[in-house]
Nanobody, 114 residues
Framework: QVQLVESGGGLVQPGGSLRLSCAASGFTFSMYAMRWYRQAPGKERELVAHISSFGATRNYADSVKGRFTISRDNAKNTVYLQMNSLKSDDTAVYYC???????WGKGTLVTVSS
């Protein structure tokens, strides 16, 4: 019942942009901070971005700061990750996470390649 479902992944060229979405259900979305993680082949899962429950506070990994933007629409129970100026190193499976209740989506694959 408690679910996070990511969408929007796919193949994009270096320098391009992509917007990921994460639809939440089964909990009071607006009360929870949300995070995006990613995991590239052979690497540890990495925290990419964090947003507080009402969006006032946003934090980013140094590797994506200035290129990625996390946002949320509590009326739609959805958190987004806008990814700009994508690089090959951004290739990974991206996961949506509600840290306070340890709920994870199953991930969406982003491949940055020419």
């Amino acid at each position: 019942q408690v679910q996070l479902v990511e969408s929007g992944g796919g193949l994009v060229q270096p320098g391009g942009s992509l917007r990921l979405s994460c639809a939440a259900s089964g909990f009071t979305f607006s009360m929870y901070a949300m995070r995006w993680y990613r995991q590239a082949p052979g690497k540890e899962r990495e925290l990419v971005a964090h947003i507080s429950s009402f969006g006032a506070t946003r934090n980013y990994a140094d590797s994506v700061k200035g290129r990625f933007t996390i946002s949320r629409d509590n009326a739609k129970n959805t958190v987004y990750l806008q990814m700009n100026s994508l690089k090959s190193d951004d290739t990974a499976v991206y996961y949506c996470n509600a840290p306070s209740i340890d709920v994870w989506g199953k991930g969406t694959l982003v491949t940055v390649s020419s």
